[in-house]
Nanobody, 120 residues
Framework: QVQLVESGGGLVQPGGSLRLSCAAS????????MGWYRQAPGKERELVAT???????DYADSVKGRFTISRNNANNTVYLQMNSLKPEDTAVYYC??????????????WGQGTLVTVSS
């Protein structure tokens, strides 16, 4: 069993900042890519940012220069620092991890989601 637990969402004013965290736990052998996705009301889930085990990153064009993804491999945690937030960043943010469990089986795991609301 592997699970991802997210934290850090909430209400913030436009121009403000939030930091999301996601910790993976359970029968993990190794985690390759970790990432953040988001889903706004009435829209499909979209990629926000990803980071590999070697810390190579990729971002959606809409968040480049404002969001920063990072990870701590020692404790299987990924972070998303969000600055200069805009109302259009309002969404449920989901953590994602692609990994091998202790049985060397490939797993793709999702967190439960954390709501980010950007509003004055």
């Amino acid at each position: 069993q592997v699970q991802l637990v997210e934290s850090g969402g909430g209400l913030v004013q436009p121009g403000g900042s939030l930091r999301l965290s996601c910790a993976a736990s359970g029968s993990i052998f190794s985690i390759n890519a970790m990432g953040w996705y988001r889903q706004a009301p009435g829209k499909e889930r979209e990629l926000v940012a990803t980071i590999t085990h070697s810390h190579m990153t990729d971002y959606a064009d809409s968040v480049k220069g404002r969001f920063t993804i990072s990870r701590n491999n020692a404790n299987n945690t990924v972070y998303l620092q969000m600055n200069s937030l805009k109302p259009e960043d309002t969404a449920v943010y989901y953590c994602n991890a692609r990994m091998l469990d202790i049985g060397y089986r490939y797993l793709e795991v999702w967190g439960q989601g954390t709501l980010v609301t950007v509003s004055s």
